[in-house]
């Protein structure tokens, strides 16, 4: 047994080396040194104590391209480049495919989704999708919005009056986050009530398979795992499927939770579909209306719709309450910006009552300038997914804005690659590049999206930022994330004030999403303490 895997092992290195041989080599772009022909540099890259941290210092040394050797000797090109992202997401439509390891990672936990969806499936998608995420229909998802920040706000309050301090303590606003954010998906995209944000989901089975799935999963991964990961893109996809059954931590964890997302599903469609009620307007609703009214063979199939539940989850639920947490961890750092926003809100709420509302409408969010920057700032500086991994489905020219220095000295302005090569597009990086946003894009400065003349690009869905992605396969709930975070955050300025706890530190690691932990207690997950206090 024993030798008969030794001999697939080196069997498959030998594949993987001819595999590597290809039409182009990236060997004459400049990177950092590999660690070992096994892991290069993945593993000092996953590990990362602050997210960005090695990017950044690269991208300072060899420009806003680079090389950095994978596993087993793969060469990956590394690019904030604003026009090799522009050429990669959006000019080439889904000529760059997403890279195996990420398609059937997520697979493990979305299932047949939008996220894993081939180029003619997710155009499939994308269309039954698109009526679910439109103006109108965000319109009607406000009311919740602001429902659930005012349960929020008053649960935070009931937790300030039972400390010792009863204008405010240090509490930790993630936890709270993203219970909240849970219950608002669950009510906007299943008409379903979990319930979370006072009783934690104790008696939800979807809840409880959720909590902490990416911290159990994907965090400080091993060695072995990496490697393992590295072979995927040698392995028929009618292979791939069986990575489910593996008697790991991850992968079991990504099955309970996908299982049990199939399971929950299931009741609320067929509950949908037996409903006489019609003219629903949660996401699920619209998405079975609308797949009704397609040809049959544009269809999408029953477990094709229950996967979205599992990805809506997600996507709708935790990079939100990411974001939100980011936010008030710059906003407790810089007091005078949370008081530019309750001036905001004071202007937004005396226009709505000269108009006779009672209370904000969509138009007023989207007129708080200086609110609207602070989300921008918070976006650019603190992207939930710090990178995006894409790999060329053809032989291609990646053309660059910002010319390179190759090993041998020559100068370069684009670069030759082959068919099957790896590009990872540093989100992080490029959400930092002092091209783009000025001499001091390290540094928290929301006025920056106020300046009318400063010189910009047009990547992305949003404000220039690649946090949602861009092109074809840019994020379908941007607009959905945008008035979430906007209700959220005037609720939660207006009522209440933030300061960093004096001799605190967050690091910022990569568990899939960026997420956020005490220095010194780790052991303890995600957490982000701040000084909350009520406003009299």
């Avoid at 495919?97 to 493990?108: D, N």
């Avoid at 619209?286 to 009214?293: K, P, T, Y």
Wanted: aromatic residues 10%; hydrophobic residues 40%; charged residues 25%.
């Amino acid at each position: 047994m024993i030798s008969g895997v030794a001999i697939c092992l080196v069997a498959l290195i030998a594949y993987i080396a001819w595999r590597n041989t290809q039409r182009y080599t990236l060997k004459d772009i400049r990177g950092p040194a590999s660690h070992s022909f096994w892991l290069g540099s993945e593993k000092i890259v996953r590990n990362a104590k602050q997210v960005g941290d090695l990017e950044f210092q690269w991208a300072r040394q060899y420009g806003p391209t680079w090389m950095v050797k994978g596993c087993l000797g793969e060469e990956v090109l590394w690019t904030a480049d604003p026009r090799a992202l522009q050429y990669v997401f959006h000019t080439s439509g889904y000529r760059f495919s997403k890279r195996t390891v990420v398609t059937e990672t997520t697979r493990l936990f979305t299932g047949e989704s939008i996220l894993t969806a081939d180029a003619v499936d997710h155009q499939r998608h994308r269309k039954i999708m698109n009526p679910a995420f439109g103006a109108a229909q965000l319109r009607t998802f406000l009311p919740v919005f602001r429902r659930s920040a005012a349960r929020l706000s008053q649960k935070w309050k009931d937790i300030i009056q039972l400390g010792d301090k009863s204008d405010g303590c240090i509490m930790n606003v993630s936890e709270t986050l993203s219970r909240m954010t849970l219950d608002v998906i669950g009510e906007v995209a299943f008409d379903y009530r979990f319930g979370v944000l006072n009783d934690n989901g104790v008696d939800n089975e979807l809840v409880q398979a959720f909590n902490n799935l990416f911290i159990d999963t994907l965090l400080n991964p091993s060695s072995w795992d990496m490697i393992f990961k590295s072979t995927w893109r040698f392995i028929p996809q009618p292979v791939l499927k069986y990575l489910k059954y593996l008697p790991y931590k991850e992968y079991r964890r990504f099955s309970t939770y996908l299982q049990t997302a199939i399971r929950t599903g299931k009741t609320i469609v067929n509950e949908k579909a037996a409903s006489t009620e019609k003219g629903s307007k949660d996401i699920i609703s619209i998405l079975v209306q609308s797949n009704l009214m397609e040809d049959t063979r544009a269809q999408l199939s029953e477990r094709e719709i229950l996967s979205q539940i599992a990805t809506l989850l997600v996507a709708g639920h935790d990079t939100t309450a990411s974001s939100l947490t980011w936010l008030l961890y710059e906003l407790s750092k810089h007091p005078e910006d949370q008081q530019r926003i309750r001036d905001d809100i004071k202007a937004a709420r005396t226009s709505a009552a000269a108009r006779g509302d009672d209370d904000l409408l969509p138009s007023d969010f989207n007129n708080m300038d200086f609110t609207n920057a602070v989300i921008k700032e918070g976006l650019r500086l603190h992207p939930i997914v710090p990178t995006l991994m894409r790999e060329a489905d053809s032989d291609d020219v990646i053309p660059l804005s910002q010319p390179i220095e190759t090993r041998s000295g020559k100068i370069i302005n684009e670069i030759p690659i082959s068919k099957g090569q790896g590009i990872t597009a540093s989100i992080c990086t490029y959400n930092r590049l002092q091209s783009v946003w000025g001499e001091d894009a390290d540094v928290w400065n929301p006025s920056r999206f106020l300046d009318n003349d400063r010189e910009k690009s047009s990547l992305g869905v949003f404000a220039n930022l690649m946090t949602f992605s861009a092109g074809l396969r840019g994020c379908i709930g941007w607009r959905f994330a945008v008035l979430e975070m906007q209700a959220v955050l005037v609720e939660l300025v207006e009522n209440f004030e933030y300061r960093f706890p004096e001799g605190a530190e967050i690091v910022r690691l990569n568990a899939g999403l960026m997420a956020p932990m005490v220095e010194g207690k780790m052991h303890e997950g995600v957490q982000m303490p701040l000084e909350v206090s009520v406003i009299g």
